[in-house]
């Protein structure tokens, strides 16, 4: 079991370049989320996706896309890039306990952006 | 508004135990989970608690205080590699029936020799 894998672990972007940030796991969860993390900021909640063909808005959205491609693989587009998209992105999918209240999120190991 | 309040930083020495506050104000709470962090790596899960109450899992505790909208975190015998941030998260209502995990800042532990 790989668990949740990201893809690029690093990468530099110009001001309006364009990229995607691709996620997978493996462990049949139905719920898919992608973070961002900054310095003092803790964990922002860019999108979401409760199921495969489902994607919603968390509290950071502007400035990215998502795409749900299958229950294995959410993927974030960034389609014109700005320095303030610089951050760690972390992609996470959730597993569901006593009758649905236990969540635990199992992250990927990130991608570090830098937009120049 | 949701909110989640955990201090930014805590330093305790090898072996001592400390504690790490979450207090909460949420829509609805159906659980209090906490997740550690290492420089450069990804969050990972610690322990929840539903129920009032110290949940235990080796040198780390968790409890719970459903009417006090509180829980903390207690690490024991502390080691060097306990150094990390220890992040809150708490369960509660979304729009629509469902429910959303929010996320406390995040406390940096220091563990000195």
């Known amino acids: 079991n790989a668990g949740v894998t990201q893809t690029p672990k690093f990468q530099v972007l110009k001001t309006g370049q364009s990229m995607t940030l691709q996620c997978a796991q493996d462990m049949n969860h139905n719920s898919m989320y992608w973070y961002r993390q900054d310095p003092g900021m803790g964990l922002r909640l860019i999108y979401y996706?409760?199921?495969?063909?489902?994607?919603d808005k968390g509290e950071v959205p502007n400035g990215y896309n998502v795409s749900r491609l299958n229950k294995r693989e959410f993927s974030l587009r960034l389609e014109s890039a700005a320095p303030s998209q610089t951050s760690v992105y972390f992609c996470?999918?959730?597993?569901?306990?006593?009758?649905?209240?236990?969540?635990?999120?199992?992250f990927g190991p990130g991608t570090r952006l830098l937009v120049l | 508004g949701q909110s989640l309040e955990q201090p930014s930083e805590v330093t305790a020495v090898e072996g001592a135990i400390v504690q790490i506050n979450c207090t909460y104000q949420?829509?609805?709470?159906?659980?209090l989970s906490w997740y550690q962090q290492h420089d450069g790596g990804a969050p990972t899960f610690l322990s929840y608690n539903a129920l009032d109450g110290l949940e235990e899992t080796g040198r780390f505790s968790s409890f719970l205080s459903r009417s006090d909208s509180y829980g903390y975190l207690l690490l024991q015998e502390l080691q060097m590699k306990d150094s990390a941030s220890y992040f809150c998260a708490v369960r509660c209502d979304n729009a629509g029936n469902n429910r959303k995990l929010i996320w406390g800042l995040g406390t940096s532990l220091a563990v000195n020799p």
């Open positions: 949420t829509s609805g709470f159906y659980g």
């Open positions: 996470a999918s959730s597993e569901y306990e006593r009758g649905g209240e236990k969540e635990t999120q199992y």
């Open positions: 996706s409760a199921s495969e063909g489902t994607t």
